[in-house]
T-cell receptor, first 117, second 111 residues
Framework: GAVVSQHPSRVICKSGTSVKIECRSL??????MFWYRQFPKQSLMLMAT?????????EQGVEKDKFLINHASLTLSTLTVTSAHPEDSSFYIC?????????????FGPGTRLTVL | DAKTTQPPSMDCAEGRAANLPCNHS???????VYWYRQIHSQGPQYIIH???NNETNEMASLIITEDRKSSTLILPHATLRDTAVYYC????????????FGKGTTLSVSS
């Protein structure tokens, strides 16, 4: 199956700093990428959808100025958590859709554990 | 909101079949049933999907009722490594929209 990578896998930062998380599709072109957030013992919650070359569409309740998403190429999307605070500590997971295959399959990255002190 | 209902937890003995049910009574004609699982602190892993026919792959079998209002994921010989949260998701197969996760079923496989 297709591979999606995330970097870093784990990050610890101080409150008030910004953190960038990268999501890459390694062997296919991701026309659409999705970002999810997961708090402990909860399910994945969709944050935003981004199409290559377009602005991301954010889900209700997700602050677009706090969670900056860039999808500048067909293999890379980045999520920047600006001015992070302890309540932003969570497991962030990206997913990529191979829009060229006709199958609309969605492949997930391994996740990034963010801890804000 | 998720369009599916799953039991919150299930137990299974190692080596036995694990049958995970899912209700999706409001499914529409162009919506597929997808199953993913998430092992602790990892990204979700695709298992199988289907529209109306039963499906089988190297990981599992998917049985969909004739009226498509429910389905069952079958892991034929569960192992300890199958312990995970299993998510049943209904989605339009052609829209390309995001998968929306419900609470899933926590499957615990024990020896």
């Amino acid at each position: 199956g297709a591979v999606v990578s995330q970097h870093p896998s784990r990050v610890i930062c101080k409150s008030g700093t910004s953190v960038k998380i990268e999501c890459r599709s390694l062997d296919f072109q991701a026309t659409t990428m999705f970002w999810y957030r997961q708090f402990p013992k909860q399910s994945l919650m969709l944050m935003a959808t981004s199409n290559e070359g377009s602005k991301a569409t954010y889900e209700q309740g997700v602050e677009k100025d706090k969670f900056l998403i860039n999808h500048a190429s067909l293999t890379l999307s980045t999520l920047t958590v600006t001015s992070a605070h302890p309540e932003d500590s969570s497991f962030y997971i990206c997913s990529a859709r191979d829009g060229t295959s006709g199958l609309n399959e969605q492949f997930f990255g391994p996740g990034t554990r963010l801890t804000v002190l | 909101d998720a369009k599916t209902t799953q039991p919150p937890s299930m137990d299974c003995a190692e080596g036995r079949a694990a049958n995970l049910p899912c209700n999706h009574s409001t499914i529409s004609g162009n919506e597929y049933v997808y199953w993913y699982r998430q092992i602790h602190s990892q990204g979700p892993q695709y298992i199988i999907h289907g529209l109306k026919n039963n499906e089988t792959n190297e990981m599992a079998s998917l049985i969909i009722t004739e009226d498509r209002k429910s389905s069952t994921l079958i892991l034929p010989h569960a192992t300890l490594r199958d312990t995970a949260v299993y998510y049943c998701i209904v989605r339009d197969g052609e829209a390309g929209t995001a998968l929306i996760f419900g609470k899933g079923t926590t499957l615990s496989v024990s020896s």
